[in-house]
């Protein structure tokens, strides 16, 4: 029902009281739909808060240099370890120094150089590369999942927003009827139940306005929160978000496109071809590695020497090092690939919750504006006109009021949880179903 409609009906119950300033209040009531309907600051704009979101939330610069440090780790994994130079001498306590009378004194250089076995460094390098991709694929989680929190945070502010006009709106509005009720009892045409009914709801009203504004300020920390704001800065009201554009994708298009673009499934897709390649490692640790040595040692009385040492290591206990290395690496491909499974099974219960929510918010919503609202419409300018010649009394008309004051409420809800269930759709399956520009909503009040 529009807010017209209950203005020319309060007229009309102005015109049955008989009061003298029966203009007087029709004019005001008109003025307060029109003064509320008004902004007088700019609008928090959906796409301005996505915007400032993506930039100064915390949580985007730690994904982002928790992926740039990981990717660091590649050129450290594929490297050759650092060779090892020693110094050494024989002779005199003084360091370097050499006993000129003794051919066994001399001064020595060593160095010394592993080299792991082919495929090693490479297999190394592979598993690190691995991580950071997952870490990469992390940042687009973090991005997706910001982006739809700040998208329901916003719908749910915008949401509690409306509710407390429309019921700033209810309350004024059921002032008039309280004092056309008192007006009517002090004339004899009205009955003192009336009246006390009338400031009954009026109290319940007033509990209820306590509690909206106490969930819209909740409602505007959480945005400033993910804003990287002081939870207690002053936030403007909220544009209009667009009404309902219908959900044009099937749910098997959606499971389709989630297993595709889901970053969640793409990073358990990268660990579990990381547990395969350190599996690969596991195996390749039973052979041995190398290790090169030079040594260089001058002799004062005799002539100068060189050596060379080659070295590898003997895995002698496989049993406990190497073959339950290479049992740990199958423990951890099997746990990957079902956690791979797990995020698999978890997107598409998501999927499908969204997309029921979803489809009952737009059934919902159709059936608000097209059947609810305005049969409680019909049924309240009924109810009033039957007031008007005695054969309906006031609490029904009470009832009805209220009734479709509560629909407009329900259907901001719906419209709210709507958006909200495409903005988790968006960040399961990278769609854009959501307008982040706003501008007048297109829903019926």
């Known amino acids: 029902m529009s807010r017209n409609a209950i203005t020319r009906a309060l007229a009309g119950l102005v015109a049955l009281a008989g009061l003298a300033a029966q203009s007087q209040t029709q004019n005001t009531i008109q003025a307060h739909v029109v003064a509320d309907s008004g902004q007088s600051s700019p609008a928090l704009r959906l796409d301005e808060v996505v915007r400032e979101a993506l930039q100064n939330n915390p949580a985007i610069q730690s994904a982002l240099h928790n992926a740039q440090a990981e990717r660091r780790r590649i050129p450290q994994a594929s490297s050759l370890p650092d060779p090892k130079v020693s110094v050494n001498w024989m002779g005199n306590i003084t360091p370097f120094s050499v006993q000129t009378n003794d051919p066994s004194s001399y001064r020595g250089l060593a160095a010394m150089q592993e080299l792991p076995f082919p495929g090693k460094r490479s297999l190394r390098g592979k598993i690190a590369g691995k991580e950071a991709d997952a870490a990469q694929v992390g940042v687009e989680a973090v991005r997706r999942r910001l982006v739809a929190e700040i998208k329901t945070a916003y719908y749910d502010y915008w949401y509690l927003d409306k509710a407390l006009q429309i019921t700033l709106q209810n309350k004024d509005l059921l002032r008039k009827l309280s004092q056309i009720t008192e007006a009517r009892y002090r004339v ?16 319940l009203l007033l509990q209820k306005i306590t509690v909206l504004q106490q969930q819209r300020a909740t409602a505007a920390a959480r945005l400033n929160a993910l804003l990287g704001r002081p939870p207690e800065q ?9 009404g309902t554009t219908p959900l044009n994708y099937s749910l098997d298009q959606l499971y389709g496109l989630a297993d595709r673009t889901d970053p969640g499934l793409q990073r358990e897709q990268r660990m579990v071809e990381r547990s395969q390649l350190a599996a690969n490692l596991a195996h390749k640790d039973y052979y041995p590695d190398l290790a090169v040595g030079y040594m260089y040692e001058q002799r004062p009385l005799l002539p100068d020497m060189h050596g060379f040492t080659f070295t590898v290591n003997i895995p002698v206990f496989y049993k406990s090092k190497q073959r339950q290395e290479v049992a740990e690496a199958g423990e951890q491909a099997a746990a990957a690939e079902n956690n791979r499974q797990n995020r698999q099974n978890e997107l598409d219960f998501q999927v499908k919750q969204q997309y029921l929510a979803a489809k009952a918010s737009e059934q919902l919503l159709q059936l608000y504006s097209q059947g609810v609202v305005p049969q409680s419409s019909l049924a309240l300018e009924s109810s009033m006109a039957a007031y008007q010649v005695g054969t309906v009394d006031f609490l029904s008309v009470l009832a009805n009021f209220s009734t479709v004051l509560n629909y407009q409420v329900d259907y901001y809800r719906e419209l709210a949880n709507y958006q909200s269930s495409l903005a ?19 829903g019926k009040e």
Do not use: F, R
């Not at 004899?188 to 109290?203: A, M, R």
């Not at 002053?234 to 667009?242: K, N, Q, R, T, V």
């Not at 988790?424 to 297109?442: K, Y």
């Open 424 to 442: 988790q759709l968006e960040s399961l399956t990278g769609l854009e179903l959501t307008t982040a520009s706003t501008g007048p909503a297109s």
């Open 234 to 242: 002053a936030l403007p009201a909220p544009a209009d978000i667009p």
């Open 188 to 203: 004899g045409k009205g009955i003192q139940q009336d009246v006390l009914k009338s400031q009954v709801e009026l109290s």
